[in-house]
């Protein structure tokens, strides 16, 4: 993270941090893996990678060529780093480090410890695999709708998986880290999951309440037509579309 600081202040933009946020699970993954490797922790690290590799392709992608992002200037109370060095370093890099090393836990101790319930271990893979639908179908339903020309798409995409939820990519990714966490710390046995469940819970509460979907939403609620939207589609646990 204080590598992407600098790369971040160089070319005065906050938002790369997005691109790092995935690439530094995956560096986590694979040192546990490494240092104590068996079939366990490889697993886990192949699905950290996966997970990690997509997001930061993916938002690489979909930021060239942009400026900032809004979020980060509604976070800051200004344009970026000309918000203050201090208050970007606060809020965005430093915060993140922490939250990405307590997110981390359950990849330590699973890396640490032998495997005691390995059907355990396959329902994380499959609470997994539903966050990465929801991610990969969410963010390709996104970009097909933004590549559509602006004067021919509705002001909000309300259809697919967005007729489910408002933000498919945030909950799928809340089902990564309640994957990992089952195939990870869980699998060990019912204290070292206690002990850690405090991890997918601070990644649920912030990808929801402070990073993630409220803060997208303080400039997404601008959009004509929001109202009605968000009044019949839930904020981020899916629901069937209602009518």
């Not at 997005?18 to 690439?23: I, L, M, P």
């Not at 699905?47 to 590799?53: I, N, Y």
């Not at 990405?100 to 410890?113: E, Q, R, T």
């Not at 408002?166 to 880290?177: E, K, L, S, T």
Request: proline share 7%; net charge positive.
């Amino acid at each position: 993270m204080g590598v992407t600081a600098a790369i971040s202040r160089r070319v005065d933009r906050v938002a790369v941090v997005d691109v790092a946020w995935g690439s530094v699970f995956v560096a986590v993954a694979i040192v546990l893996a490494v240092i104590w490797p068996d079939p366990h922790s490889w697993l886990l690290a192949a699905l950290v990678t996966f997970w990690g590799g997509r997001l930061a392709w993916h938002i690489a992608r979909r930021s060239k060529g942009h400026g900032e992002d809004p979020r980060y200037e509604a976070m800051l109370g200004g344009p970026g780093w000309h918000a203050g060095a201090a208050k970007v370093l606060l809020r965005v890099f430093l915060t993140q480090a922490v939250v990405a090393w307590v997110i981390s836990f359950p990849l330590h101790v699973a890396a640490a410890y032998d495997v005691r319930w390995w059907a355990v271990v396959w329902i994380g893979v499959a609470v997994w695999a539903v966050g990465i639908f929801f991610e990969v179908v969410g963010d390709a339903q996104l970009s097909a709708y933004r590549s559509r020309p602006r004067d021919q798409r509705p002001p909000v995409l309300d259809t697919g998986l967005w007729a489910w939820t408002r933000h498919p990519n945030y909950f799928g990714d809340a089902c990564v880290w309640w994957g990992l966490w089952i195939a990870g710390a869980l699998s060990l046995g019912w204290l070292p999951g206690l002990l850690t469940v405090f991890a997918p819970v601070a990644m649920t509460f912030f990808i929801r309440n402070v990073t993630g979907a409220k803060l997208l939403e303080k400039t997404m609620s601008q959009r004509p037509g929001w109202d009605e939207y968000a009044a019949r589609v839930p904020l981020f646990f899916p629901r069937p579309p209602r009518g």
